[in-house]
């Protein structure tokens, strides 16, 4: 599983409310990525990170901020939840010659 | 902008037949990959092929491409049940490794 825990795993939320949630590896990994899952939607790029420090937008960046100020945890914060962004978000690292990417279990988190 | 397209979007199969998920994309790219999702869990990664021509094969499973005509098939042969799931391609054009999704295409496999 390449070392990767997500935390909430389940997260029922208000609209108008901050949430953040956490990426953890173990492995040491320079590349780290969120996404999320809509139906039909397949995976959507939010943010990446490429070191400490390091990061940039995805495809579906608005309304989401990130931080990485160690390796190992990279941390997703929605601003102000809408219901627009209840949604499956997936952690992702990459590693080895083919870049394989690695996706963490997930976090379901549902905005009322 | 990179385009993922993948068809079909779904499959319904029957155990000991043969059936081909294709994965198109619309820019040039040197790195795609092929996933597997069960209901409510992570992905799992299958393939990741490199470069043109690339074949992988794992199982029932065999997984190509040809980056000339900007397409990835995934084979399967003889389907049984335990294929039932949702296979996702995903390509990259660059070096940070970001992926662009295909939907998706959900795999049933009844007797």
């Known amino acids: 599983d390449a070392g990767i825990t997500q935390s909430p795993r389940h997260k029922v939320t208000e609209t108008g409310t901050p949430v953040t949630l956490r990426c953890h590896q173990t492995?040491?990994?320079?590349?780290m990525y969120w996404y999320r899952q809509d139906p039909g939607h397949g995976l959507r790029l939010i943010h990446y990170?490429?070191?400490?420090?390091?990061?940039d937008k995805g495809e579906v960046s608005d309304g989401y901020s990130v931080s990485r100020s160690k390796t190992e945890d990279f941390l997703l914060t929605l601003e102000s939840a809408t219901s627009s962004q209840t949604s499956v978000y997936f952690c992702?690292?990459?590693?080895?010659?083919?870049?394989?990417?690695?996706f963490g279990p997930g976090t379901r988190l549902t905005v009322t | 902008e990179l385009k993922v397209e993948q068809n079909p979007l779904f499959l319904s199969m029957q155990e000991g037949k043969n059936y081909t998920i294709y994965c198109n994309y619309s820019?040039?790219?040197?790195?795609l990959y092929w996933y597997r999702q069960d209901p409510g869990k992570s992905l799992e990664s299958l393939f990741v092929?490199?470069?043109?021509?690339a074949v992988k094969q794992e199982g029932r499973l065999m997984a190509s491409l040809d980056t000339k005509a900007r397409l990835s098939t995934l084979h399967i042969t003889a389907a049984v049940h335990d294929l039932s799931a949702t296979y996702f391609c995903?390509?990259?054009?660059?070096?940070?490794?970001?992926?662009?999704f295909g939907a998706g295409t959900q795999v049933v496999v009844t007797p």
């Open positions: 492995e040491n990994h320079r590349y």
């Open positions: 092929l490199l470069s043109n021509g």
């Open positions: 995903a390509v990259t054009t660059d070096s940070w490794g970001k992926l662009q």
């Open positions: 990170s490429y070191g400490v420090k390091d990061t």
């Open positions: 992702a690292i990459r590693e080895g010659q083919g870049y394989e990417q690695y």
């Open positions: 820019t040039t790219s040197d790195r």
